[in-house]
């Protein structure tokens, strides 16, 4: 996990919090997540803080804050739109937000009752959210590109786990999904970081997906290659019919896409027991399923 580039502490976020929001600055506030990109506080029964700790991070949050509650309007599943905004100030210099808390355990560690169901909860989330986007939709180099502008990476990714994958398996079955005609259609909306631990599971049912800072256009198999994440082959026809019966070549490019988030994930799970087991979940599915 990259390196923190300002501590955020619960100190620092009461200060945000009584000099912005004071009405919510006497709320509790507690640590539960130091992510990748942000750190999360529980503020209250209600609500989160959530804090960019690297410079990176805090112009996700930005798109966030201006696309989100637009997009939200017309999701079937509950999204965290942030409530409120907070500002740089001379100690914190990134924009943060306020944003709903959601009750549930991410879908990487907890079991769906009627997988048929929730593949067709999501796969209509899916086809939701994968509409025409904007020009000035945000840039994300790293999703929604043409897939064929992925295998460098992937070679590169799998030579470096070459002791933990089997290089030519792995490569063998990108090559394959990727030979198919690239996306031609307008760019379309897309989260960006549509995996199983930015999704929330209540009682067995699908019930939020979060963490929308990767949010970008594109080719929308990119936000499909969820898939192959949650869902068995019948449950993942489900998902792929409610997701707006995908077209062959779509489908295709999402297995390409599946390979190259499951090497990323195993490339990044040496201090992330999450990580390591979503990686080796989803190399070993997509591999099977041919």
């Known amino acids: 996990m990259p390196a923190a580039e300002i501590e955020v502490t619960e100190g620092l976020v009461r ?23 942000n750190v999360i506080f529980r503020l209250g029964a209600d609500l989160v803080a959530r804090m960019p700790r690297r410079r990176m991070a805090a ?28 500002t740089p100030d001379d100690v914190y210099p990134w924009s943060w937000s306020i944003c709903p808390w959601f009750d549930g355990d991410v879908a990487a560690d907890a079991a769906l009752t009627d997988p048929n169901r929730e593949a ?14 904007p020009g000035d939709a945000p840039l994300n180099e790293f999703r929604g590109q043409p897939v064929g502008d992925l295998r460098a990476r992937v070679v590169a990714n799998v030579a470096r786990l070459a002791q933990r994958v089997d ?34 599971v209540t009682d067995g049912a699908i019930s939020a997906v ?52 499951a090497v990323m994930y195993l490339l990044h799970s040496a201090d992330n027991v999450r990580l390591e087991r979503m990686g080796s979940s989803l190399l070993s599915r997509v591999l099977a399923d041919r």
Do not use: K, Y
């Open 59 to 86: 112009d996700l949050v930005v798109n966030e804050q201006r696309w989100l509650p637009a997009l939200a309007a017309r999701l079937p599943l509950a999204v965290p739109t942030p409530l409120r905004v907070g």
């Open 120 to 133: 067709t909860a999501l796969g209509e989330f899916v086809a939701a959210l994968h509409c025409d986007a």
């Open 210 to 261: 979060i963490d929308f800072g990767d949010i970008t256009s594109g080719d929308p198999a990119v936000d499909l290659a969820i898939g192959w994440m949650l869902f068995g082959a019948v449950d993942r026809e489900a998902f792929r019919h409610a997701a707006g019966d995908v077209d062959d070549a779509t489908w295709s490019r999402s297995i390409a896409w599946a390979v190259h988030f």
């Open 15 to 37: 200060h945000l919090l009584a000099d912005q929001h004071p009405d919510l600055a006497r709320l509790p506030l507690v640590l539960v997540a130091n992510g990748w990109d």
């Open 167 to 200: 290089p030519v398996a792995v490569l063998a079955r990108f090559d394959e999904a990727a030979a198919v005609d690239e996306w031609s259609g307008p760019p379309q909306w897309l989260h960006g970081d549509l995996h199983s631990a930015n999704v929330l």
